[in-house]
């Protein structure tokens, strides 16, 4: 393999990795989905790879519209709590045989004190700061998350025993929690087959 392929390929993995899907909403506002890293400071026109986020699947909403905006996607979605996924943003790279993906998940909101998503943030209870990870409906434990806080500053927790964590935002504003897990394949996506696959969840809420 020549030495600018594999650099591409390292430069995709990383990106794809350090990369969320992630979606904000006030209020019964539209929700506006974004691609990015979400605890730096977006350049003006929303991140490089933004063009790559395409269709995103709202959860419950097949036929919605989205609207291109500098940045993000406008939804105008029903009051609630608000998820997607997509698993077509970065095609799978690496070496054949050893190829992985990535699926991404989002959610804003904490009203409902569910999961729907395979592998979502959930609160524990409606309008709670205590949140439960899960990996289609099981907790998973042990697992780092990550909390940015409306000033961008990050920490970093450990879900527990029962797959929690608490988030004890302490300032009014929007908070975003992240989670990512790496599975073994083979696994089909829409840009072609790996045999591993990075699956990326976050859910935001604000907090008053």
């Known amino acids: 393999m020549r030495l600018p392929i594999l650099a591409a390929m390292l430069l995709l993995s990383?990106?794809?990795?350090?990369h969320?899907?992630?979606i904000e909403r006030d209020g019964t506002g539209p929700a506006r989905i974004y691609l990015g890293e979400p605890a730096e400071t977006p350049p003006p026109g929303g991140d490089p790879e933004f063009a790559k986020l395409k269709a995103p699947h709202i959860l419950a909403q097949p036929k919605v519209a989205l609207a291109r905006r500098a940045g993000f996607l406008e939804a105008k979605v029903p009051a609630g709590d608000v998820r997607a996924w997509d698993d077509a943003v970065f095609t799978p790279w690496g070496a054949d045989g050893k190829k992985e993906g990535v699926v991404y998940y989002a959610r804003a909101g904490r009203a409902e004190a569910v999961a729907k998503l395979p592998f979502e943030l959930a609160p524990v209870a409606a309008g709670g700061t205590r949140f439960v990870l899960t990996r289609d409906g099981t907790p998973?434990?042990?697992?780092p998350v990550t909390v940015i806080a409306p000033d961008r500053s990050k920490t970093e927790l450990t879900t527990d025993a029962a797959g929690m964590i608490d988030t004890n935002p302490a300032k009014?504003?929007?908070y975003l929690l992240v989670a990512s897990k790496k599975e073994d394949g083979p696994i089909t996506l829409p840009g072609g087959s790996a045999q591993a696959v990075y699956r990326i969840t976050t859910t935001s809420f604000v907090a008053p």
Do not use: D, N, Y
């Open 140 to 143: 998973v434990v042990g697992l």
């Open 20 to 22: 969320e899907i992630w």
């Open 172 to 174: 009014p504003g929007r």
């Open 14 to 18: 990383t990106t794809a990795q350090a």
